[in-house]
Nanobody
Framework: VQLQASGGGLVQAGDSLRLSCAAS????????VGWFRQAPGKEREFVAA???????HYADSVKGRFAISRDNVNNRVYLQMYSLKPEDTAVYYC???????????WGQGTEVTVSS
């Protein structure tokens, strides 16, 4: 399975944005999928994950502001981001996960820039 993130852009603080992760080449519904991000000059960090069962898990920094969901019919996982802050600025990636650990090589990612 290959996953590709999209939907990033330039927004203002307080805005919302929805990222999409499209899967191809395998049985998507059996995998847990997560979102990660890497801000300039920082290490990549876990953001959110959704299990094949629909159970979700969030990093404390985004809990209550971000919502992860999946559409197994269309092989997509979404990250709905609300109340965006400048510190959410990063390149966002999606991948298959085990817990909060990525199982895949990183793809291109999608860039989110939040202006103050």
């Amino acid at each position: 399975v290959q996953l590709q993130a999209s939907g990033g852009g330039l927004v203002q603080a307080g805005d919302s944005l929805r990222l999409s992760c499209a899967a191809s080449g395998g049985t998507f519904s059996i995998y847990d999928v997560g979102w990660f991000r890497q801000a300039p000059g920082k290490e990549r960090e876990f953001v959110a994950a959704i299990a094949w069962s629909g159970t979700t898990h969030y990093a404390d920094s985004v809990k209550g502001r971000f919502a992860i969901s999946r559409d197994n019919v269309n092989n997509r996982v979404y990250l709905q981001m609300y109340s965006l802050k400048p510190e959410d600025t990063a390149v966002y990636y999606c991948s298959r996960v085990s817990g909060t650990t990525s199982l895949d090589l990183w793809g291109q990612g999608t860039e989110v820039t939040v202006s103050s």
